[in-house]
């Protein structure tokens, strides 16, 4: 059945509303959708995962949630135009089990997953997995917890997330990174207003402010291999804006596996490379402008960083640095 309504974009001005329901959809979506909508108890939360082809992560994260069902959750998946195989696999992993919602899009990109789990989803709050997290086993009551004790102005939440990694952990990491990575290992909880804390890894959001602007922009997010991100800090920075509070918690764990590529130098350059044109579009979506001041900063400060990073071993820094610079300056003269 089809989880939701059409969501219009207007890209010319770089707002969004939905049309004629606050739930979102796609045409094209093939949605398997399980549990009747208006029977369901109320919930607390939805868990919105969105895969692409990677069927053995999508296995180890289910595997989790499913051994800490809740009434309070939900749990939906979102496979956003993998592989047939990779596709079926995913189907065969959720037929025994009627209280997984699945929904098939065809169109790929995250943006367009989560804004169709997102027309899925019935809960209060939006709880966001990456396919290749596996939350911890309490992460389920940890995470239910947190939204029964957050105070009623917080829309955003930030929760840690720990390195699953290929093999013994890389030595020398530097935190820059790390923070690439997207993964959080802060030992607090409370008000928080650094973006680099809400990765859609392990993030929740209040679903209902959430649709009122029109969920995920489709100015960010990945498709295929461009690591364009964003999709998870812009609706924070929103609802900071429209006077939401941001907060973060390292309660709800869930680890993040990280490929061996992704700990290349070349990966970091290209991923340094998308963060600059993020935080551009992020800057350019909010009415920030490029002064001359900094664009000249960024056009002085990529061969300095260049010339630097030849003194700098494997995981240096300061070449990615100025893959960020030529990000944010690619961002500005494409006027996105």
């Known amino acids: 059945m089809s989880c939701g309504a059409d969501m219009q974009h207007h890209d010319d001005s770089h707002h969004w509303q939905p049309t004629g329901s606050a739930m979102i959809g796609v045409p094209d979506a093939a949605s398997s959708g399980r549990n009747d909508v208006a029977a369901a108890p109320r919930l607390a939360m939805s868990v919105v995962i969105c895969t692409h082809n990677r069927p053995d992560d999508i296995g180890a994260c289910l ?10 959750m939900e749990i939906i998946v979102v496979d956003s135009a993998s592989q047939p195989a990779a596709r079926q696999h995913l189907l065969d992993l959720a037929a025994p089990h009627p209280d997984i919602r699945v929904a098939l899009v065809n169109i790929p990109g995250v943006v ?21 997290a596996t939350p911890d086993p309490d992460w389920g009551a940890e995470a239910l917890a947190l939204l029964k004790r957050l105070p009623k102005d917080v829309g955003v939440v930030g929760a840690y997330t720990y390195p699953l990694w290929p093999a013994s952990p890389p030595p020398g990491l530097p935190r820059l990174w790390l923070k690439m990575l997207s993964l959080i290992d802060d030992e607090f909880e409370g008000d928080c207003i650094e973006a680099s804390r809400f990765v859609g890894a392990n993030m929740f959001l209040r679903r209902k402010p959430l649709v009122e602007n029109g969920g995920f922009s489709p100015m ?24 939401w509070r941001t907060w973060y918690s ?22 340094m490379y998308w963060e600059g044109v993020t935080r551009r579009r ?36 300061r070449l990615a640095r100025a893959y960020w610079h030529l990000g944010v300056l690619r961002a500005m003269w494409r006027r996105t």
């Open 220 to 243: 960010f997010g990945r498709v295929g291999d461009m690591l364009l991100s964003g999709d998870d800090v812009f609706p924070a920075e929103l609802l900071a804006r429209q006077g």
């Open 282 to 317: 992020l800057d350019f979506v909010s009415g920030g402008v490029l002064s001359p001041v900094a664009i000249v900063q960024s056009l002085l400060s990529i061969p300095a960083l260049a010339l630097l990073s030849l003194g700098e071993g494997r995981y240096g820094t």
């Open 112 to 132: 367009h997953a989560r804004n169709h789990g997102l027309g899925c989803a019935r809960g209060e709050w939006i709880a966001l997995l990456d396919d290749d």
């Open 63 to 72: 595997s989790s949630l499913l051994a800490q069902r809740n009434p309070a």
């Open 250 to 271: 390292n309660r709800p764990r869930a680890g993040h596996r990280i490929p061996a590529a992704r700990l290349e130098p070349s990966w970091f350059r290209r991923r």
